[in-house]
């Protein structure tokens, strides 16, 4: 059995990256296939964290890379896999792990949860780090998509594909009643990129044409913060429309999602790849309103799935969730097909099976 060191993302913070990374590390079948030592990338405890650096976190950067380089010389792995930051500070970090994996494991593979490579590839600092990165690198890309971002430094006959997965929750929907307001629900972390300004925006123009509904914000403090959200649902007297629930978790998060008739996530998030949370809105079969940000193209396709609408523009998302409001059969028609989609690729089984099976063809 090969020896391997995974390098990943594990929560807190919780968001995409990190719980794929945490289904791996529970993963039986993954875990039976290879010899794995478990190393948590994480040095941000919050979303608002990620990005910034400081005194504390540059202590913290030091005690991984040594802690890294400890369990290289002692169990010597056959291949490392690490899920890294494309770009920026996270990159920095990131890179000394990279080198030390190259030189005391015979392969390193880097599987992207985000991206930002080809904002910063063109500098002249960044440029010389990518290609040593990059070198001899095997890389997992989560859609084909996002091939663009790191197109410079890989060629594209040599990269990999594998998609996120979620647990199936096994429960669909439930449908209203004619007489229900429908609930349409956002969930992600509070930051401005994930378009939750925008929402609350297109529901204002809606209120203004009379549209019933109701609205719920679920999610944890990104760089928006409890009171600012409040006050802007307050400047758009919004109070009676919308509803913020902070974070939920577990069973809480499945009911929400369940009793909601309508998943919007417009999304700008320059990082955007695959999102957990249109996954599992598909799980349920809701009908979805979101972008064309990162890789969501290979899970939503326009008016058979799901609606896609230009970022940062909600007059235009404003449209596409009356257009929704008042089709009760166009919104059967893209949850139905959202749900079966999900079932046949996007189940953590299905994750699971691909990790694996390209696992060993990469490490063969």
């Known amino acids: ?56 976190k540059v202590v913290k950067m030091a005690a991984l890379l040594g802690k890294v380089v400890k369990v290289l010389l002692t169990t010597r792995p056959d291949f490392t896999y690490m899920t890294p930051t494309a770009a920026g500070v ?113 529901v204002n123009l809606l209120k203004e044409k009379g549209a019933v509904f109701t609205c719920i ?36 998060k499945l009911s929400i999602i369940q009793s909601s008739d309508i998943f919007v996530f417009p999304t700008y998030y320059k990082k955007e790849c695959l999102p957990l949370v249109i996954l599992e809105a598909m799980s349920f079969g809701l009908p979805i309103i979101t972008t064309t940000e990162g890789g969501i193209p290979s899970l939503i396709e326009n008016e058979r799935n799901g609606l896609l609408v230009e970022a940062k523009n909600p007059y235009k998302l404003s449209l596409a969730i009356q257009k929704l409001l008042n089709d009760q059969e166009l919104r059967s028609l893209l949850g139905n097909s959202a749900k079966m989609d999900f079932t046949t690729k996007f189940t953590l089984e299905k994750f699971e099976g691909e990790f694996l099976n390209m696992m060993k063809k990469i490490t063969s």
Not at 235 to 252: A, F, P, Q, T
């Open 217 to 252: 914000l679920v999610g944890g403090e990104g760089d928006i913060s409890e009171a600012a959200l409040y006050q802007k649902i307050k400047d758009l007297r919004l109070s009676e429309n919308v509803h913020y629930l902070g974070k939920k978790y577990g069973m809480e």
């Open 90 to 202: 996270g990159f920095y970090k990131d890179w000394p792990l990279a080198m030390a994996c190259k030189l005391f494991s015979r392969q390193l593979i880097v599987h992207y949860h985000n991206k930002g490579i080809s904002d910063y590839q063109n500098k002249t600092l960044d440029n010389w780090l990518y290609k040593i990165f990059f070198k001899k690198t095997k890389v997992i890309l989560l859609a084909k998509e996002l091939f663009s971002d790191v197109q410079k430094y890989v060629k594209k006959e040599e990269v990999y594909y594998c998609p996120n997965g979620i647990p199936n929750p096994g429960y669909s929907r439930s449908e209203k009643t004619e007489k229900e307001p429908l609930q349409v629900l956002f969930l992600s972390n509070l930051l401005k990129e994930k378009g939750v300004y925008d929402l609350l925006d297109a």
């Open 1 to 56: 059995m090969q020896k391997a060191l995974f390098l990943l993302s594990i929560p807190p913070p919780v968001h995409g990256a990190s719980m794929m990374g945490q289904y791996i590390k529970e993963s039986r079948l993954i875990n039976e296939s290879f010899q794995i030592t478990y190393i948590n990338l994480n040095t941000s405890t919050t979303v608002d964290e990620i990005g910034k650096n400081g005194l504390k």
